[in-house]
């Protein structure tokens, strides 16, 4: 079944081959058993997974389709941030069609030769996933191209005038995709994928069927007044909700409870650091960052160092939120917090208008 090698986050690099199936937790994710736990609970089938429904419906036509020509279906790209289901989707592929998933990721794919081994491999109709697909070298990505279009590659063998160009035959397989970065993603690249899916955060509704779905499965109780709560705090991203759900069970368990109520989800939000904006303590470093920069805008390199994260995480993981929310800006010579920000961190509006003399803080 899956190439199988260490798990990544999601969010930075990772050994050369993964398991997606242990590719669960975002850069706070745990290890070790709750990862086991965290397998169980992805959706294994297009019916089991809830909400995004363009993307189901469409998902469902064009496999039921390409099945019916008896065909692999077109490649895939899923974008969106970590934890809406990327990976999910691209499991749940495989297992419609009835085929194998073989796993990469980009950062795995330093050189052509790397994939060349990955592509051989694959059997007539596997699915080859590839996460963050955004960070794979140009010469790779060119070196995909025929691969996806003729189920060809080319190696060159030997150099200078004795240098040969091999045909090699790859089986008709699918690509799926996965970035939180489409922009990177060249245009040639882009339109060589015959569906394009971007994920959306989830509306509370579908959080708290998918913490239903996910409570059932981890054994726990958990009534609807504990549900809509943990739901709302979970930035519309079920990885998040089902890490709350687990810290929910953690206390109840520990406090004899067994029930998860709406009691018992304020308290274990309260207890991890969860505001009720649904900030985490980063998020709140992050925007404390940008206040005490005021008036100026802050490069995402200094906030990077301020906060001790990676400028990929902090774009990829936390921004998305805190854009979403109004609480920050970007601008051409920075990001700023705005003046619900402020307020979210108990600062007041009027440092916003503060000058220190230093000119307009946003470009026309
Ligand atoms: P991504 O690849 O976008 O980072 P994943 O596919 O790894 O996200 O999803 C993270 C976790 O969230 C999964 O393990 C699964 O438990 C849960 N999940 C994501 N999307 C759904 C969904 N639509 N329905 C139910 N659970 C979901």
Not at 51 to 61: A, H
Not at 83 to 89: D, E, F, I, M, N
Not at 137 to 148: G, K
Request: net charge negative.
């Amino acid at each position: 079944m899956d190439s199988t090698a260490a798990g990544g986050t999601g969010d930075g690099p990772v050994d050369h081959v993964f398991n997606p199936r242990a590719f669960e937790g975002g850069p706070t994710a745990a290890a070790g058993p709750e990862r086991i736990t965290e397998l169980g609970l992805r959706p294994a089938t297009l019916e089991e997974f809830v909400g995004q429904d363009p993307i189901v419906r469409n998902l469902r036509t064009h496999l039921g389709a390409a099945m019916g020509r008896s065909e692999p279906p077109d490649h895939v790209l899923f974008c969106g941030p970590p934890g809406l289901g990327k990976t999910s989707l691209a499991r749940i592929l495989s297992e419609e069609l009835g085929s194998e998933l073989q796993a990469t990721s980009g950062p795995a794919l330093d050189k052509p030769r790397d994939l060349l081994g990955l592509l051989t491999n694959l059997k007539r109709g596997d699915v080859f996933f590839i996460d963050e697909i955004h960070r794979i070298p140009i010469a790779v990505e060119e070196y995909l191209y025929t691969a996806m279009e003729d189920f060809r590659v080319e190696m060159t063998i030997d150099s200078g005038p004795h240098a040969r160009v091999l045909p090699i035959t790859v089986e008709p397989f699918t690509l799926v995709g996965a970035t939180t970065r489409e922009g990177l993603l060249s245009a040639p690249f882009r339109a060589r994928f015959g569906l394009v899916q971007r994920l959306d955060p989830y509306p509370a509704s579908d959080l708290v069927l998918i913490l239903h779905r996910a409570a059932k499965i981890l054994g726990v109780s958990l009534d609807d007044e504990g549900a809509v709560l943990l739901a709302e705090r979970s930035r519309g991203t079920p990885r998040i909700a089902s890490r709350f759900l687990k810290r929910a069970r953690d206390w109840a368990q520990v406090e004899g409870t067994t029930v998860i109520d709406g009691a018992m989800a304020a308290k274990t939000l309260r207890n991890i650091g969860v505001d009720d904006q649904g900030l985490e303590e980063m998020d709140r470093r992050i925007l404390r960052c940008l206040a005490d920069h005021l008036p100026r805008p802050a490069a995402l390199k200094t906030i990077a160092a301020v906060i001790g994260e990676t400028e990929d995480t902090i774009e990829d993981v936390f921004e998305p939120h805190l854009l979403r929310t109004g609480l920050l800006q970007k601008t051409s010579r920075g990001r700023i917090i705005t003046g619900l920000g402020l307020e979210v961190i108990g600062r007041d509006r009027s440092e916003l208008t503060q000058s220190d003399g230093a000119g307009p803080l946003f470009d026309s």
